[in-house]
């Protein structure tokens, strides 16, 4: 926690997140979409707004007022990538840092672990894109 925590505390970053697929990941922690997911949404926002994530996860902490200056809306799925886009449309001091990642321990996702929960979570994670995106400025 404290690594996520502590370049804001600094006051050099607004906001800070954990990636995955930078860290230590077990082996079974992450399927094959999720890291596709990731590396696909951080290069279309790459070419969006120039800044480079390598995930959506959801290992993150942000300044209290610029979460408040970004005018989250998306409650399901697509929160992560709603943020991150704000933050980069924003200009927030951004920081992405290797995190470890490990299997899960006990049950099964209903996202990634079941073919329908992908694809609900998918069109989801779609819709907020396209939605953030035509928003524009």
Not at 63 to 89: H, I, P, S, V
């Amino acid at each position: 926690m404290n690594q996520l925590v502590d370049p804001i505390a600094t006051g050099k970053y607004d906001f800070v997140i954990g990636s995955r697929t930078r860290g230590q990941r077990e082996r079974g922690s992450m399927n094959a979409q999720q890291i596709f997911a990731g590396r696909f949404a951080g290069w279309l926002l790459s070419l969006l707004y120039g800044i480079r994530y390598t995930d959506m996860s959801p290992f993150r902490a942000i300044r209290r007022d610029a979460l408040e200056r970004l005018g989250m809306r998306e409650k399901t799925y697509g929160w992560n990538l709603e943020m991150q886009m704000r933050a980069a449309r924003a200009g927030l001091r951004v920081l992405e840092i290797p995190v470890n990642h490990c299997r899960r321990t006990g049950g099964v996702s209903k996202v990634s672990g079941t073919l329908p929960g992908t694809f609900v979570a998918g069109a989801r994670i779609l819709a907020t894109f396209l939605r953030v995106m035509l928003e524009g400025n």
